[in-house]
């Protein structure tokens, strides 16, 4: 996590975060948008508070999902292009720790190799889709929208369409950022750039079962899959067997790797230790 260090979130219980709520539950940490009034739309601030929290999920070794969902009817505007242009607008968290590079959620997103699920219950728009599309899960409902306006605005969205292209194809893109249209959930699942719709009297307790069964899952090996996987798309095509085969030996050499082959053999659940 190039953004910040593992001794970077020692701090982070004296945080006092502005902008998003955070909760720990057992192997659980749900990560609230929570600037409702201005439709969860991102200030530099806000966007290193995300980035923080993804910092804290990603190096603390009881965390096995994380969630993010959202305060409010809109579940994020995109940046707020006010206080990205207009530094005195703004509003700093002194109890933040310094973050390293400049902020970009598209990366924090990459760099978290853990399953995370996005609870998406209202419209996500521009640059909303960083984090989304940073998620291994996207539920919705039918209250949710999905739209790239920023051509209506004069601009385009240049970083969204990294986070777009290991999502759905090149010509759906431009489609999106050509139109600006809004599409449904039902769209939106139909190009995969949401994995399941559900009801919204349903979401809550979708997302809580499939963040149970994660939990029940080898945290190790999800964690080495996801890396593996992400640099699967660097590596040569004819080298990818070879690099993959390596990563497979290694996990076997894990603790948890025996641990799930003994508890298979004496029909018992096992007892994850993440080593």
């Known amino acids: 996590m190039q953004f910040y260090t593992q001794e970077d979130i020692r701090s982070f219980e004296s945080v006092e975060f502005l902008y998003i709520k955070t909760a720990l539950s057992g192997h659980i940490f749900t990560i609230t948008l929570?600037?409702?009034?201005?439709?969860?739309?991102?200030?530099?601030?806000?966007?290193?508070?995300?980035?923080?929290?993804?910092?804290?999920?990603?190096y603390y070794p009881e965390i096995r999902c994380v969630i993010i969902n959202?305060?409010?009817?809109?579940?994020?505007?995109?940046?707020?292009?006010?206080a990205f242009h207009d530094s005195s607008a703004d509003i700093k968290n002194p109890t933040l720790p310094k973050i390293r590079e400049e902020a970009r959620l598209g990366e924090a997103f990459e760099n978290l190799h853990k399953p995370t699920i996005a609870k998406v219950t209202g419209p996500v728009l521009a640059g909303g889709?960083?984090?989304?599309?940073?998620?291994?899960?996207?539920?919705?409902?039918?209250?949710?929208?999905?739209?790239?306006?920023?051509?209506?605005?004069?601009?385009?969205?240049?970083?969204?369409?990294?986070?777009?292209?290991?999502?759905?194809?090149?010509?759906?893109i431009l489609e999106m950022a050509i139109t600006g249209r809004s599409y449904t959930s039902q769209e939106a699942f139909e190009m995969g750039l949401v994995t399941q719709l559900v009801s919204k009297e349903n979401v809550d307790s979708e997302v809580s079962t499939l963040a149970e069964l994660i939990n029940q899952n080898a945290p190790l090996a999800i964690q080495a899959g996801i890396s593996a996987l992400r640099h699967t798309r660097e590596i040569d095509a004819s080298k990818r067997h070879i690099f993959l085969k390596y990563q497979l030996d290694l996990l076997l050499k894990t603790e948890d790797a025996k641990e799930g082959a003994l508890a298979f053999k004496e029909k018992r659940a096992p007892i994850w230790k993440g080593k």
């Not at 739309?41 to 929290?53: L, V």
């Not at 929208?145 to 970083?159: D, N, T, Y």
């Open 34 to 58: 929570n600037r409702p009034e201005k439709r969860n739309a991102f200030t530099p601030t806000m966007a290193e508070e995300i980035i923080y929290a993804l910092a804290f999920a990603h």
């Open 70 to 82: 959202a305060e409010g009817p809109v579940f994020c505007a995109g940046a707020d292009l006010n």
């Open 129 to 172: 889709f960083l984090v989304i599309c940073g998620c291994t899960f996207v539920f919705a409902t039918d209250t949710a929208a999905f739209s790239l306006p920023e051509v209506k605005r004069g601009i385009w969205p240049m970083q969204v369409m990294a986070s777009l292209i290991p999502i759905i194809s090149d010509r759906k």
